[in-house]
């Protein structure tokens, strides 16, 4: 086991709540806060502020849009956020796969 | 993409310092504290912190004992702490299957 690979994990993007939401982002090129809300189960504060969090780290875009006269809002990840997200991914299958095998 | 498995992840397990204790005490019968802070370089006061929560989980077990009069303290999984790392290690396992696949 190499506890090395555990430091690596990101922390913004381990945290559950998070880790959903870049996982439903990086296979929806887009989801307006209802879609992520409504799929993800979660209160609009609870989204609201892994939303920021994500923003701040530079790993979720928001873009405003108007369409017939309604103003939509759409989260995506950034380039950023998508090649964090595939090495925290990377990160955990090591993990996985170190700890299966130990056993 | 199944949201739940999210939720269904451990939380006393996610936080990634104590997920580094598991998967160290899941593959050693028994370690000192000083073993444990040695190989994942941490503080005393975090493994501190991270242990307590295990135990009041019921995950760890304390083990005191006396060798040439010096007491040893040790620590292990229960039987409850390895079940629930197993099923963690098999919803992460879903989760990754699941991530890699929809992309």
């Not at 439903?24 to 992520?36: G, H, I, K, M």
């Not at 809002?73 to 130990?102: C, H, M, P, V, W």
């Amino acid at each position: 086991m190499n506890p090395e690979h555990f430091q690596q994990l990101d922390r913004v993007i381990h945290e559950k709540g998070r880790l959903a939401i870049m996982a439903l982002l990086a296979a929806n090129p887009q989801l307006s806060f209802t879609e992520l809300r409504d799929i993800l189960n979660m209160t609009d504060g609870n989204l609201t502020s892994h939303l920021k969090t994500l923003q701040y780290e530079g790993y979720v875009a928001i873009t405003k849009t108007f369409e017939k006269n309604r103003s939509l809002t759409t989260y995506s990840l950034t380039d950023k956020g998508r090649n964090a997200f595939e090495k925290y991914l990377n990160t955990l299958e090591q993990i996985l796969k170190e700890t299966r095998r130990q056993k």
